[in-house]
């Protein structure tokens, strides 16, 4: 049976809800829902739907990283978005670390965060040496 490994950031949710940001089985890797919310309760790039999207994604290889993973290994991203009308804005960030990836993607609205400051939540799927 594979080893199972996983990660946390610190976040303050994780250890309340009982979540990992990162698990990896194998050679998969699954990472949480991830925002660019400070440890303090505020929040990177209020109002920015692309700065949030950078700065989750970077979290996300951050989590990666910890596994022994990278972007490169990401074959499947869902954003989770509180305003579908800024889509771009969202996928163009996106498309600022996958672009040469171009993992499956999807990206629905939703009604909310778990804090009204955040506006994009990120999730992610990865294959070690699946490129």
């Known amino acids: 049976m594979d ?4 990660v946390g950031s610190g ?3 994780e250890a309340a809800v009982g979540y990992s940001r990162a698990v990896r089985v ?3 890797v699954w ?3 991830t ?3 400070l440890p303090d309760g505020g929040v990177v790039a209020p109002g920015d739907p692309a700065g949030q999207t950078r700065e989750a994604i970077g979290r996300i290889a951050a989590a990666l990283d910890q596994v022994g993973a990278g972007l490169a290994d990401v074959v499947r991203t869902r954003m989770f978005v509180t305003d579908i009308a800024r889509w771009e ?3 163009r960030a996106h498309g600022e670390f996958f672009a040469a990836v171009r993992p499956v993607a999807t990206m629905v609205q939703v009604a909310a965060l778990i804090d009204p400051a ?4 990120i999730e992610a799927d990865a294959v070690i040496n699946g490129r």
């Not at 955040?118 to 939540?121: F, G, K, S």
């Open 31 to 33: 990472v949480a829902g």
């Open 118 to 121: 955040l506006l994009v939540e």
């Open 11 to 13: 976040g303050p949710w």
């Open 3 to 6: 080893e199972r490994r996983t």
């Open 26 to 28: 194998g050679d998969h």
């Open 35 to 37: 925002t660019a919310a």
């Open 89 to 91: 804005e969202v996928g």
